[in-house]
């Protein structure tokens, strides 16, 4: 079975200072990662995913993230925060078998950007 | 890129009422869509897969007969809460998938049960 770790509940964070928010996972075989970002009673918005290639992965708002196959992470990182940036940040694992998009996601981890 | 589209954003429905909530994909084909369910503060649980002309696949511990999922078309799906109670109040949200390495999701259904 398929699983993602995100350690910390919450992360702060003062503007402009750079931001990471972890994740670790465990799956079978290769793996599919995402991040989502969630603002307060809305779905979820896709900022980048890892599915083969280059370790280092750019997606939107500047964010980014490194597949680190060694220790199964993949954390997600900007270099400059922003207060904007404030939401609920959910890492998802999808097994590359089977041929379906079935994410599991981590509980997620509140990101506060402070002014 | 691909909107799912969710309806309605918020309810509030009166104990023992059934409430319906749509889920559409609007600018691609999705023969799969997804519900969760979402607790305060908490991860996404994955409710049930929604199959296109077929019945849905449910998760372990989820009643099928309070939550019913309709697969009509390759656009929509829909979530019907029967009878709901004051305990099925929570945030649900729908995702489909127009290729297997991607899914989008609804903007989510805020359910209050009165």
């Known amino acids: 079975a398929q699983s993602v770790a995100q350690p910390e509940d919450q992360v702060n964070v003062a503007e402009g200072n750079p931001l990471t928010v972890k994740c670790t996972y465990s799956v079978s075989g290769n793996p599919y990662l995402f991040w989502y970002v969630q603002y307060p009673n809305r779905g979820l918005q896709f900022l980048l995913k890892?599915?083969?290639?280059?370790?280092l992965v750019k997606g939107s708002y500047g964010f980014e993230a490194e597949f680190n196959k060694s220790q199964t992470s993949f954390h997600l990182k900007k270099p400059s925060a922003l207060v904007s940036d404030s939401a609920l940040y959910f890492c998802?694992?999808?097994?590359?078998?089977?041929?379906?998009?079935?994410?599991?996601f981590g509980r997620g981890t509140s990101l506060i950007v402070h002014p | 890129g691909a909107v799912v589209s969710q309806h309605p954003s918020w309810v509030i429905c009166k104990s023992g009422t059934s409430v319906k909530i749509e889920c559409r994909s609007l600018?691609?084909?999705?023969?799969?869509m997804f519900w969760y369910r979402q607790f305060p503060k908490q991860s996404l649980m994955l409710m049930a897969t929604s199959n296109e002309g077929s019945k849905a696949t449910y998760e372990q511990g989820v009643e099928k007969d309070k939550f019913l999922i309709n697969h009509a078309s390759l656009t929509l799906s829909t979530l019907t809460v029967t009878s709901a109670h004051p305990e099925d109040s929570s945030f649900y949200i729908c995702?489909?998938?127009?290729?297997?390495?991607?899914?989008?999701f609804g903007q989510g259904t805020r359910l209050t049960v009165v």
């Open positions: 995702s489909a998938s127009p290729v297997v390495t991607e899914a989008f």
């Open positions: 890892y599915i083969t290639g280059d370790n």
């Open positions: 600018d691609f084909q999705a023969t799969t």
């Open positions: 998802a694992v999808s097994p590359t078998s089977g041929g379906s998009y079935i994410p599991t």
